[in-house]
């Protein structure tokens, strides 16, 4: 633990004025902030998008949107959910905020990198905005960029949209690199004294392997950005085939690229993509139910190995996404083996969570009603996922509306509701306020049940075939039944209701900064380290002039024969002992 | 309470809206009637556990609920029930794949019996080719695409003289003929979807894709673009016929031959080259010519009238707006169509071909052909 000794010698280096204290600021909790921030602001634009999307497919006549901007608005708004909101929130924002503190680390061991990190993905937010606003419009290619049509005429933005895009992808990259070496380095090397790997949280462990994956995947969607730039800028042919232009009557000059192979690029990031979204909020849900339950989490040390599995297996599974791709059909057997395998580890964290609150001391408070309703939400975009990652029963359902339905619930709504369960539990520790807990509950249920009703009906509409990423349905005989249209604008209103209900979260976030309870240092009575700072919030540096000294992991809640039904992590074997045998070795 | 009672009813209304709902998969209509079954033994599997768990999380919501001063279990591990949940999910894996693995095993090996046609797709229309007798396709590129040849075919190749070329969107299959369809792609990826048959694949420029199905019911049924292909991709319409064996016949006698267009077209009319340049360059993907509705304003009786551009003027729509509109379409945009169109490159011969076809549209020109597409 050489770090921590050396930690408890240097210097602070504290920030003297506002501007190096809030704007080029190296703490990694106003870095946190930055990040956070500008994910949710990002994040809303990509909510009025998909808003403008349902009305045009709910109710085409009241909306003045051709297919050109539909096109558009689905384009921006995966792309900006999946890598500029998510991607970032989880490991830009929670990692940046919990690792230093849950680990007992005075900043991320790499500061200024770390601010680094938060301006260049600023920058490439900024460089993604610009694309609204040159010749063209943004992208229309759709979040996957799939070449040819993403650079040839006939897609929206096929001059300067997808452009910009690639190069906004390209820094982004660059910021989660810089990012994620700080975040995997901090975590190696800045423990406490008594940190040992195996008493982190899984909050820690989570944010730690979905980082692992991150600097392993997106390697390759910066290769294959980098390729389609050349192609689209100086007429390489990496991902063109010979391909026939029918607005200029004549062969194109490419020749000889492979379309697939970018597709196969794109999902051996894609695929992982995935998982560094939902790792971190696994492990985020894992201590909110742990502490809102007030029970040890069950089966620790399954939990960390099946992270850690379910990290490894996400580079073998990429296929799957490619099933009616055109691929040699024999990688298909492969695909569909290690995919469903998958399911074992990830199904292990679900029962987990429920022994977890089996015999527990439920506390309905507002993270832990996030967190229930993250299990139902992931379970069944879980289990549709075992349709989609069995390739025969994909044939069919591929490309259809049961997709847009799976991925939405588990990877777009589950991780969002880990999201708002997460900052109702540490706003406290962020602001040292409470966020007020009837605005919470009403956005709570709004947003659960509603998000419940858009998706779960989706799917079937995928089972009648519908396919996705169709700006309209008028004149097929299979799919506009008018029941599916009457599905259709049902979904809408629900979109639009929980779409509008975000307001109140929003407006939680501002009044409770000013007007909310005090919470104290540690109003959810939890044991890991974040909430035993001397200060609340933190103050730079954040534990005063010695680190913590940990003895025991982070679950000790009901320990037999101790005071209190929970025991922190700082408390020694003397005062309340240590039962470690029972979950680690 | 509250919340466990809202976890049974998610539960109750999940189930019976899937025993209810009116939204369910098209009626079968190929052999694949094996991938539905996948689709029943999945939905069951996962049902049990859906339910199971869902239930079993309510009861310890309602069971555990908040009692001040109460202690939890300290109990953080548990091996031997580890395992158990484990080895039932393992199981419950492989009762999913193993019939998963099977049905594909069928879907990727093509029946010998199999008989083969090429389905081509491009921005935003399909057209189609069959082998003819020599049961060979032609080899093609896309060097060689122009507007007599819009398949490519390559003219020296022999096997491709005899192939049959159905211009138009509408394909005819042989009812109960195992049938391999191969995917040729144009320009962009593209995929053959007919939910009625249950299969699909993607068309990929630069290769040559497959699947093979069985058509069981005579019928007409859409194909569905179902790979994202650009603003026109929710309009790239085809259908399939399902013929019976009498009909399917008499249809293939009306197609027409890769050699019959090399041979035929020598003398053509301003009209019909019009026409056949609007079919081959993909104009009528579209503009449609029957006055239904399409993505660009329809050419019935287009020539002549009179049409609101976006600023709120009117333009008279003489041949000069046409060739414009043309050449360089962003010049005048017609309310009410969205400015997706990219701009033609044509000779003026070919334009003027164009525009005598689309006059030949408007019905104050008795002396023009029909304005049914003849390729229908």
Redesign the interface.
Known sequence: MAYADDAEHEELHEPTSFISKYVWSQDHKVIAIQYSLIAIFVGLVALVLSAMMRMQIGFPESIDM????Y?QAMTMHGMIMVIYLLTALFLGGFGNYLIPLMVGARDMVFPFVNMLSVWFYLLSVLVLLASFFVPGGPT???WTL?P??AI?????GAEWGIILMLVSLIIFIVAATMGGLNYVTTVLQARTHGMTMFRMPLTVWGIFVATILALLAFPALFVSGIMMLLDTTIGTSFFM???????????LDYT?????LFQHLFWFFGHPEVYIVALPAFGLVSDLISVH??????????MVWAIVVIGVLSFVVWAHHMY???MN??F??FF??TT??I??PT??K???W??T????????TVPM?FS?AF??TF??GG??G??LG????D??????YFVVAHFHMVMGVAPVLVVFGSIYHWYPKITGRMLHDGIGKLHFWITF?GT?LIY??MH??G???M?R???????????NPE??QS?NAFITVMAIIVGISQLLFLFNMVYSYFKGKPSGGNPWKATSLEWLTPETPPKHGNWGPSLPVVHRWA?D????GAAL?YTPQTTSGEEVPI?ES??NE | MA?AV??VA?VII?VL?HFL??????PLASN?GS?DT??TI?LV??GI??VA??L??AY??YK????PG?????????KK??WW??SI??LA?CG??AP??V??ND??HVPPNAVEFEAVG??WRWSYRLPGDDKKFGRT???L???RNSF?IDPDDKAGQDDILVAGNQMHLLVNQPTKVL?R?????H?F?V??F??????????V?YFWFTPTVPGT??I????????????M?GQVVVDKAQDYEEWLSQQITFADVLTGGTVEGLVEQGQRLAAS??CLACHSIDG??S?GPGWLNLSGSEESLIDGSKVLVDADYLIESIVDPAVKLVAG????M?????SDEQLDSLVAYIDSLSSDDLSQPSTQPTED
Not at chain 1, 256 to 260: D, E, F, N, Q, W
Not at chain 1, 395 to 400: G, H, K
Not at chain 2, 224 to 235: Q, R, T
Not at chain 2, 342 to 346: G, I, Q, R, T
Request: charged share 15%; proline share 7%.
């Open positions: 051709d297919s050109t901007e096109y229309g290619a759709g799939y040819p049509q040839t005429q006939g897609t929206p085939p010979d391909m026939f232009s029918p607005n200029q009557g004549t062969a000889g690229g492979s379309p697939i339950a007030r029970r040890s989490i069950f089966g620790y040390r399954m009616v791709s055109g059909p024999y298909g057997f569909a083996v469903l395998v399911a074992v199904a292990l679900v029962y987990n429920l022994l609150l089996w015999r527990g001391n439920i506390h309905l009603l229930l299990i139902v379970l069944v289990l549709t075992l349709f069995n390739v025969v029963v044939i069919p359902l591929s490309d259809t049940l419940y779960f009906p079937y509409l089972f009648l075939g396919p990423r169709y700006y309209a349905w008028e004149g097929y005989q299979v799919i029941s599916a599905l679950y809640y009901g320990v037999p039904d039962h029972d979950h | 919340f809202i976890l998610i999940s809206f709902s009116p939204w369910q998969a098209t694949w991938i996948t689709i999945t599997i996962t556990f859906f768990i869902v079993f999380m310890c919501v555990y609920q908040v009692i109460r202690r939890s279990e300290y109990k953080p591990e548990n029930l580890e949940l484990i999910t393992t894996i999913l794949l998963g693995l049905v594909y879907f990727v491009e921005q590129s896309v060097r695409m122009d507007d490519g995917l792609s144009k320009d962009v990826l995929d979807y939910p009625e249950r299969a699909k694949m993607d068309l990929v420029p630069g290769q894709t049924f859409d569905l673009c179902a790979e994202y292909c650009g603003i026109g991709h929710y309009n319409r360059r993909g239904g509705p993505l169509y969205p400015p997706v990219v701009a033609y490159e044509f």
